[in-house]
């Protein structure tokens, strides 16, 4: 790949295997690049092997393993800061050390932030010595089970990544967005219990792979326009976030006014963190194959990207006070931003829908459950640009429906979920309930609160568009198929709208807004719903 991909010549590429690869030979080969690199050279060390790690009175110190190495004698080890630290004998502008092996003893800082940067001309010129490890040093790394068969779980992702996965939108393949792909990978692979280290060394430039004008004949410094580029998003000890579950640090900023920008520029992270990986997923969208393993790769790197903000929408949502509406409204509005025009088979770009939608039944069924009728009419009514099939800004509640719908279907071909009715529905049902159950405690009731948010979504979508005399549609949902299956009986569609009937315009969600504050509204679109949704042919 370093030969085709990224046009290292052939002759400056020196590979080491099994008994050939001593302590000795290690550390000559490393050295004789002081002769061979120049100022504005890249130099890629990467090793596949085990480390070692021994506590010294500083800290950590970490070592590599070579053919004859013996843990019981250090001598025959090589320790990384001897790696690290010839580096300085490179005249070479960027080296990035790539290891698969644990992690031990590396002195490493995380200085660039998710955001925007005037990029190409900046980053090349910098220096850098970066490094990406496999694990850390308490932790085992696989040697198998990655995504490519016969390769770890760390070198597959990684392979991975530099072919397509962590390119940007613009092109650019970097160190970062390298670091960026494998540490999400690796953390959340099933097959994992490791998690890869990274960082910088020295320096604050980045090692490039490949971008426009890069590996032409063109050298670094006639490249004379910027690039506007995502840094991509990837943990830092010194984030906001820390090492504390989300959850937790979202209930100690809502517990007092004081923390309110924490909380803000929490929320403005975790969605730059969000924006990035979604802007650099490399989807085939021209795919025409609907395959169940493509479906559920696409919908669980989907679930993994926004998890963080889906546990803090609904922690807002259940928590939060009048003044964070504005911030639930905020997430609503920012998920959706890199939602641009593409072509390619509708299933496909349909489902870069399905973040918001995940995230907006989830902030929807928490305000549900803590009777939160104002953050529930923020979260449906909130405006959004939409595409299909009006343009324009458009209320959330239609907006994704109209956006997800041609692929409510498409669910059944996730495992379990072919002969449902309305498998969507209940695949979120189930998705949704053991995280919204661990945070607020919801048992028997979550079947109710799951519910009522898609009545709302249903009665909402239909009160929107529905004039007199046209034709009636809306949501269906697993409630849907409940009130069929009990012939109106008791079921918790027919529970809403009986104690909607009692209390008339005193019932709680119309002082909100909802069905323009009148219970006649209500009834009427309840009513066409209910004779619309009879003309089912569902047994």
């Not at 326009?225 to 010194?238: G, Q, R």
């Amino acid at each position: 790949m370093l030969e085709k991909n990224f046009k290292f010549p052939r002759e400056n590429i020196i590979t080491i295997y099994n008994e050939e690869a001593t302590r000795d030979k290690i550390l000559s080969i490393f050295c004789t690049f002081k002769n061979r690199t120049e100022e504005n050279d890249r130099f890629f060390f990467f090793y596949a092997g085990h480390g070692y790690t021994e506590t010294g009175h500083r800290g950590e110190i970490g070592f590599l393993v070579p053919h004859e190495g013996n843990v019981e004698d250090l001598s025959t080890l090589v320790r990384w800061s001897i790696l690290t630290q010839n580096a300085e004998l490179l005249p070479a502008k960027h080296v990035l050390y790539i290891m698969d092996a644990c992690y031990g003893g590396l002195a490493i800082t995380r200085n660039l932030r998710p955001g925007s940067l005037r990029f190409l001309n900046d980053m090349i010129q910098r220096f850098s010595r970066q490094v990406l490890t496999a694990g850390k040093a308490d932790e085992v790394v696989s040697d198998s089970g990655g995504p490519i068969a016969n390769h770890s779980v760390f070198t597959g992702h990684l392979i991975q990544a530099l072919e397509s996965k962590a390119y940007s939108s613009d092109g650019i393949l970097t160190a970062n967005g390298v670091m960026a792909y494998v540490y999400e990978k690796v953390s959340k692979d099933y097959i994992s219990n490791q998690t890869p280290h990274y960082g910088f060394l020295e320096g604050d430039g980045d090692f490039i792979f490949d971008g426009p004008n890069i590996l032409n004949n063109q050298t670094v410094v006639e490249i004379e326009k910027d690039v506007l580029y995502e840094i991509p998003a990837i943990s830092t000890d010194n984030n906001i976030t820390d090492n504390r579950n989300i959850v937790d640090i979202v209930k100690e900023y809502l517990s007092e006014k004081k923390y309110s920008i924490k909380l803000h520029d929490l929320i403005t992270e975790k969605l730059r963190e969000a924006h990035s990986l979604f802007s650099g997923d490399n989807f085939d969208y021209n795919n025409r194959e609907t395959k169940k393993e493509i479906f559920v790769e696409r919908i669980k790197y989907y679930e993994s990207i926004i998890n963080d903000i889906k546990q803090l929408t609904s922690c807002l949502s259940y928590w939060g006070t009048t003044e964070s509406i504005a911030l639930v409204t905020k997430i609503f509005s920012r998920i959706t931003d890199h939602l641009l025009p593409l072509g390619g088979v509708t299933l496909w770009l349909d489902l870069r829908w399905y973040p918001s939608l995940l995230t907006f039944y989830s902030a929807g069924i928490s305000a549900i459950a803590a009777n939160k009728y104002d953050y529930l009419y923020s979260i449906m009514y909130n405006n959004i640009i939409s595409t299909k099939p009006i343009n324009g800004k458009n209320p959330y509640v239609l907006a994704l429906y109209y956006e997800i719908n041609d692929s409510i279907s498409a669910f059944k071909l996730i495992p379990g979920y072919e002969k449902n009715f309305v498998p969507m529905s209940e695949y979120l049902y189930k998705t949704l309930q053991s995280s919204l159950d661990d945070h607020f405690y919801l048992g028997k009731d979550y079947d109710n609160y799951f519910d009522y948010f898609e009545i709302f979504f249903a009665l909402v979508f239909a009160d929107i568009l529905y004039k007199e005399d046209d034709y009636f549609f809306a949501h269906v949902g697993r409630f849907t198929w409940k009130y069929k299956r009990s012939f109106g009986g008791n079921n918790n569609l027919q529970n809403m709208i009986s104690e909607a009937e009692k209390q008339k315009n005193n019932w709680e969600p119309l002082k909100y807004g909802f069905f323009n504050g009148s219970y006649d509204r209500f009834k009427i679109v309840s009513d066409k719903y209910i004779s619309w949704i009879s003309s089912f042919a569902w047994h």
